[in-house]
């Protein structure tokens, strides 16, 4: 008798702990769908607009960039560099 009680709890248990679990995924898999990329849009217009304005001074852009050549600066790195050097 205590021996199928504790089973009964058992599989009970097990069964609640799989369909939580399946909720769950569920609910990660609905959530995939949203866009992730919300920042990049607004993000990839500001550097094309700086690139454009930074072609209308092109001696300053090309110190700039061996500058950062020299420093041996690449990626994010080399970008905020441009930035701050086309900045000045």
Same mark, same amino acid.
């Given at each position: 008798?205590?021996?199928?009680?504790?089973?009964?709890?058992?599989?009970?248990?097990?069964?609640?702990?799989?369909?939580?679990?399946?909720?769950?995924?569920?609910?990660?898999?609905?959530?995939?769908?949203?866009?992730?990329?919300?920042?990049?849009?607004?993000? &990839? &217009? @500001?550097?094309?607009?700086?690139?454009?304005?930074?072609?209308?001074?092109?001696?300053?852009? &090309?110190?700039? @960039?061996?500058?950062?050549? &020299?420093?041996?600066?690449?990626?994010?790195?080399?970008?905020?560099?441009?930035?701050?050097?086309?900045?000045?």
């Amino acid at each position: 008798m205590v021996r199928s009680v504790l089973v009964m709890v058992v599989i009970l248990a097990l069964s609640l702990g799989i369909a939580s679990m399946a909720q769950s995924q569920a609910q990660n898999d609905s959530g995939a769908s949203m866009p992730v990329h919300s920042k990049a849009a607004p993000a &990839k &217009k @500001r550097w094309s607009d700086l690139l454009a304005k930074w072609r209308q001074n092109t001696p300053k852009m &090309k110190a700039c @960039r061996a500058e950062a050549r &020299k420093k041996g600066l690449a990626g994010d790195d080399r970008w905020f560099f441009l930035e701050s050097c086309m900045g000045r």
